[in-house]
């Protein structure tokens, strides 16, 4: 299913140089190493997931095969490369690590026995493969980096750019969701993997879903009078006041014409395949941006779509560069914060 170009080797090279190069730059512009992607950081959640019983043989699969229920801790974030205002609309992350996993690891040297999934609020990427994302990443960076005044007016008219997006090579549909966000309440959101991971004897990509009524009832809810740290403040007063229930689904590849695995700007058609339900992701109230919560989520936390088990391998050219680009990132961070990195193992080895 794999389709390896020549030229990889050199174009994932050159684009874990830049990304490394911007990490640098942002540790001297604060001082403090952080992520080069989902830097800002909106919540950290503990919780369970339940894996649901009798499910179809092939939705049994990987860590689903058996009704089962995981402790899980989730951190939620905005995507740029760099801190700003929550004023500038951008999407949103939310990565889910499964503590106490079975199965072969892919990572073992990032120690512990977690698989993580790691999504986003919109189904594609924009720029899907790594010769196309190279293309893009610098002028990623350069949004990133722009003043908020600039960002806010390149996420304002994102909507009008389809023919410049198109001639640097990406896809529009899905460069638009990427860019042109509305600051929407981010419990409210559905969120996907994007890109193809192994789903035991299948291929899939997943997704997350509210469920339960105080986050559905957000769904394409704004914000209103959005400031510099706003998505971090409704996300606490959520979670002050109650709880959260998700859907977790897999989308089946069934085609692999139309559903392929090496281009992630292309979203899978619901019509071949629906997303159907294979676990509840619960979250209890909780105290999801205390200072210790904060600081264990932005310096120890680290989630990677490699830190997994085999029967959910990562598929496709973005998900071969991430392997890389996580740990280097993820050492960096960990290197220049003088933190140590550290897998955890229980709900009780994150602060409340």
């Known amino acids: 299913m794999e389709a390896i170009a020549e030229d990889e080797a050199t174009l994932a090279n050159d684009i874990l140089e830049q990304m490394a190069a911007s990490s640098r730059c942002a540790f001297e512009r604060h001082r403090h190493a952080i992520r080069d992607a989902h830097a800002k950081s909106n919540g950290v959640l503990k919780g369970e997931l339940v894996v649901h019983p009798n499910l179809p043989p092939e939705l049994r699969q990987g860590i689903f095969a058996?009704?089962?229920?995981?402790?899980?801790?989730?951190?939620?974030?905005?995507?740029?490369?760099?801190?700003?205002?929550?004023?500038?609309?951008?999407?949103?992350?939310?990565?889910?690590?499964?503590?106490?996993?079975?199965?072969?690891?892919?990572?073992?040297?990032?120690?512990?026995?977690?698989?993580?999934?790691?999504?986003?609020?919109?189904?594609?990427?924009?720029?899907?493969?790594?010769?196309?994302?190279?293309?893009?990443?610098?002028?990623?960076?350069?949004?990133?980096?722009?003043?908020?005044?600039?960002?806010?007016?390149?996420?304002?008219?994102?909507?009008?750019?389809?023919?410049?997006?198109?001639?640097?090579?990406?896809?529009?549909?899905?460069?638009?969701?990427?860019?042109?966000?509305?600051?929407?309440?981010?419990?409210?959101?559905?969120?996907?993997?994007?890109?193809?991971?192994?789903?035991?004897?299948?291929?899939?990509?997943?997704?997350?879903?509210?469920?339960?009524?105080?986050?559905?009832?957000?769904?394409?809810?704004?914000?209103?009078?959005?400031?510099?740290?706003?998505?971090?403040?409704?996300?606490?007063?959520?979670?002050?006041?109650?709880?959260?229930?998700?859907e977790l689904a897999a989308q089946l590849c069934v085609d692999l014409e139309r559903m392929p695995v090496e281009d992630a700007a292309i979203a899978w058609p619901e019509e071949l395949s629906p997303h159907r339900p294979i676990a509840t992701l619960r979250f209890p109230p909780q105290a999801s941006a205390s200072p210790a919560r904060q600081v264990y989520g932005d310096d120890t936390l680290s989630f990677n779509p490699w830190n997994a088990v085999e029967a959910h391998r990562p598929l496709g050219g973005i998900m071969r560069i991430r392997r890389a680009a996580y740990e280097r990132s993820s050492a960096f961070r960990h290197a220049m914060n003088a933190r140590p990195r550290i897998e955890p193992s229980r709900h009780s080895d994150i602060p409340d």
């Open 66 to 246: 058996t009704p089962r229920t995981y402790q899980v801790v989730a951190r939620l974030s905005s995507a740029p490369s760099d801190i700003h205002s929550d004023k500038i609309p951008a999407p949103r992350g939310f990565a889910v690590k499964i503590m106490g996993v079975d199965g072969e690891r892919l990572t073992p040297e990032l120690g512990g026995a977690n698989q993580d999934f790691l999504m986003v609020n919109f189904p594609a990427l924009a720029f899907g493969t790594i010769a196309k994302y190279k293309t893009m990443l610098s002028l990623l960076e350069a949004n990133a980096h722009a003043p908020d005044t600039l960002q806010r007016l390149v996420a304002g008219t994102a909507h009008g750019a389809k023919g410049l997006l198109e001639a640097v090579g990406g896809t529009a549909g899905a460069t638009l969701d990427g860019l042109a966000r509305d600051n929407h309440h981010p419990l409210g959101e559905t969120y996907h993997t994007q890109a193809a991971i192994r789903f035991g004897s299948h291929v899939a990509k997943l997704a997350l879903r509210p469920v339960s009524d105080g986050v559905r009832s957000l769904t394409g809810k704004d914000v209103p009078d959005v400031g510099y740290a706003t998505m971090r403040d409704v996300i606490s007063e959520h979670f002050a006041r109650q709880g959260a229930e998700y």
